[in-house]
């Protein structure tokens, strides 16, 4: 499986991004999908996951605030992050797993003033 994300980028805090990813080359049905994020210095950190079935699970520190979304037919899952906030500041990697793990190539956000 390959995944390709895109849609990073430098925003103000309380600004928007929305993030997206699509799966290629996947064999077999692909089953939760979901963004997981580092900070410099800091833990790969679960966003959020959204299952084949739509049960959605969300870090508290983007509740409220971030919305995770999927198409399984079109294997892309979306990722709409509103009111961000300086902590925010990461890298962002997609995730599916598919008979397996596999992760994006990771996207940057940045939010700075």
Not at 45 to 61: C, F, K, M, P, Q
Request: one cysteine or more.
């Amino acid at each position: 499986v390959q995944l390709q994300a895109s849609g990073g980028g430098l925003v103000q805090p309380g600004g928007s991004l929305r993030l997206s990813c699509a799966a290629s080359r996947s064999r077999f049905v692909i089953g939760s999908m979901g963004w997981y994020r580092q900070a410099p210095g800091k833990q790969r950190e679960l966003v959020a996951t959204i299952t084949l079935s739509g049960d959605i699970n969300y870090a508290d520190s983007v509740k409220g605030r971030f919305t995770i979304s999927r198409n399984t037919a079109k294997k892309s899952v979306w990722l709409q992050m509103n009111n961000l906030k300086p902590e925010d500041t990461a890298v962002y990697f997609c995730y599916v797993y598919s008979r397996g793990d596999y992760w994006g190539q990771g996207t940057l956000v940045t939010v700075s003033s």
